[in-house]
């Protein structure tokens, strides 16, 4: 049990949700009436240790709703209150993609205005499931976004096999955040490095050749490129096996675990 107090901020259920009734109508009163408020809140803290389970959350959700104060709940999972559940508020790839739109689901049931997921939507098909299956009114796609920041454009442009996927495995960003160092991205490495982003046509195009396909490999051969570079990037075993090789550096991991076991890796 998290909150163990016995005054106006504790007790029972009223008293527990005195707080947050508080810090919602303060926020409601602070901005303009035409300005959205949306309240980010877990589905399920995921642990039996703080007295909290989805049931608590839905009756949580329902009685903030009541307030008539929030445009928009943003659905999660896991809780900050421990270290093992931490790990469930930015899902790695040991979770499913979109596992926690059962929870989005079960919010929009009992809530009057449009409800966000956050967990695992790795790209647009899923996103347009979610959508389509009335899991959810909107998707956050965080760490999508991350590894491609582009991932609208190259949507809006139909090029859906140019969108670099996340994978999922956080040593990059939340991982370096938690060691309060800067966040990055391992798929993406001009996140941090605004330097990096956009780089300029070279005045002096050159052949260049890149030996390796591996991440880097290719990291180098893409900026050459779009650098105006004639680029051949040379790497083991030839034909399609080949292009499969490039494309699963990338894209297996970004599979979820039961998709890997899937394509053998
Ligand atoms: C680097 C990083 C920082 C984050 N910071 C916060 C935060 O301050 N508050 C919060 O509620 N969620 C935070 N999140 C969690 C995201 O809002 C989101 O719920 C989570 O990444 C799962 O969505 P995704 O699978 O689309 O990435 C953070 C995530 C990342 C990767
Ligand atoms: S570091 Fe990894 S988990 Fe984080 S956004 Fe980049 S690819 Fe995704």
Redesign the pocket.
Known sequence: MVNRRDDVYGSDFAGRMRFGTEVVRAVRAAVPSDFLVGLRMTGDPLTDDIGLGPDDMLEIARYLDGLGAIDLFDISGGTGATLETQAGTVPPDTFDRGCYLPLARAVKDVVSVPVLCAGRILDAEQAEQALAAGDCDLVAMT?AH??DPDIVTKLTAGELDRVRP?????????GRSYQRLTV?????PVLGHDELDRPERATTPRRVVVVGGGPAGMEAARVAASRGHQVSLLEAGTGPRRADHHRAQVTAPAASRQARGLVGQ
Request: net charge positive; with cysteine.
């Open positions: 760490r991350m590894a996340c994978i999922a495995i956080n040593d990059g960003c939340i990055k991205c391992a798929v993406n």
